[in-house]
T-cell receptor
Framework: GAVVSQHPSWVICKSGTSVKIECRSL??????MFWYRQFPKQSLMLMAT?????????EQGVEKDKFLINHASLTLSTLTVTSAHPEDSSFYIC???????????FGPGTRLLVL | GENVEQHPSTLSVQEGDSAVIKCTYS??????FPWYKQELGKRPQLIID?????GEKKDQRIAVTLNKTAKHFSLHITETQPEDSAVYFC????????????FGQGTELSVKP
């Protein structure tokens, strides 16, 4: 149980394009999902928290107009990187949590390379 | 906001030895402390967690201790095996912050056969 999937696992795009990443909870209802970014050899940095049906809460320093987050259902959250630039290249990982529970389960991550 | 410090950044042990990783946190309201293991290019996997109403928790070769007064918690791995080699992250969260996890910097554990 408690499986989280992410799609795509790899994406290469040109600078200036937008990229959408999907995060799905496969066997539970995720009232809250979190989006992290991880650079090589570094820790996971929380970008934003999204609750189903409401606007995401962004961490300080994260541009909400650049990283659009939608959590339209209890099993799906999406992160759209708009007008991507090479400095946005990173490993993006989502996690999901069931309502009333503390444990977060992570997706397999999406490696984004912006050329 | 919460800040989590983790030490050491790298740890090398011989197979069969014990490994200890330590973390400190700053927010006294934090009440949930998970540990994750991440292999290269993979997702973080929860290995053990502890809540603030408990001082110690053990699961086979893995144990976690929590000292709320000092605001630090530690991961103990006994009888280490080469497959324990990975990066380990501690994290802290509080209910009044929506349960978001703040991670430590990570410890790269290498178990030499």
């Amino acid at each position: 149980g408690a499986v989280v999937s992410q799609h795509p696992s790899w994406v290469i795009c040109k600078s200036g394009t937008s990229v959408k990443i999907e995060c799905r909870s496969l066997d539970f209802q995720a009232t809250t999902m979190f989006w992290y970014r991880q650079f090589p050899k570094q820790s996971l940095m929380l970008m934003a928290t999204s609750n189903e049906g409401s606007k995401a809460t962004y961490e300080q320093g994260v541009e909400k107009d650049k990283f659009l987050i939608n959590h339209a259902s209890l099993t799906l959250s999406t992160l759209t990187v708009t007008s991507a630039h090479p400095e946005d290249s990173s490993f993006y990982i989502c996690s999901a949590r069931e309502g009333g529970r503390e444990t977060q389960y992570f997706g397999p991550g999406t490696r984004l390379l912006v050329l | 906001g919460e800040n989590v410090e983790q030490h050491p950044s790298t740890l090398s042990v011989q197979e069969g030895d014990s490994a200890v990783i330590k973390c400190t946190y700053s927010d006294s309201a934090s009440n949930y402390f998970p540990w994750y293991k991440q292999e290269l290019g993979k997702r973080p996997q929860l290995i053990i967690d502890i809540r603030s109403n408990v001082g110690e928790k053990k699961d086979q070769r893995i144990a976690v201790t929590l000292n709320k007064t000092a605001k630090h918690f530690s991961l103990h791995i006994t009888e280490t095996q080469p497959e324990d080699s990975a990066v380990y992250f501690c994290a802290a969260s509080s209910t009044n912050q929506g349960g978001k996890l703040i991670f430590g910097q990570g410890t790269e554990l290498s178990v030499k056969p």
